[in-house]
């Protein structure tokens, strides 16, 4: 079992920063990626970034040229958000999979709120 712990959402405005982190625990295995998705009202979840602990990353389309994940640990990720637009508004949660099996984790979300 693993636990996820989100932290660091909030209201800003365009164009402004946030960072988002990620604290996981539990049982975590190698072979693995701890990222964020995102879900907008109305809106699918989608991947925002991941970072295996093998060292490869991958990125959303919408925010590869703005945002950036560190994965300093392998039970801490951070999501940085730089010039946040309104469409980045939405609920952003933490992801854990183990690639081997597959199975998912979720965190219980942070809201991030981008006004213009």
């Known amino acids: 079992q693993v636990r996820l712990e989100e932290s660091g959402g909030g209201l800003v405005q365009a164009g402004e920063s946030l960072r988002l982190s990620c604290e996981a625990s539990?049982?975590?295995?190698?072979?693995?990626?701890l990222g964020w998705y995102r879900q907008a009202p109305g809106k699918e979840r989608e991947l925002v970034a991941t970072?295996?602990?093998?060292?490869?990353k991958n990125y959303g389309d919408s925010v590869a040229d703005r945002f950036t994940i560190s994965r300093v640990s392998a039970y801490t990720v951070y999501l940085q958000m730089n010039n946040l637009q309104p469409e980045d508004t939405a609920v952003y949660y933490c992801?854990?999979?183990?690639?081997?099996?597959?199975?998912?984790?979720w965190g219980p979300g942070t809201q991030v709120t981008v006004s213009s």
């Open positions: 970072a295996t602990d093998g060292g490869w």
């Open positions: 539990g049982s975590i295995f190698s072979n693995n990626a």
């Open positions: 992801n854990f999979r183990s690639l081997a099996t597959p199975v998912d984790y």
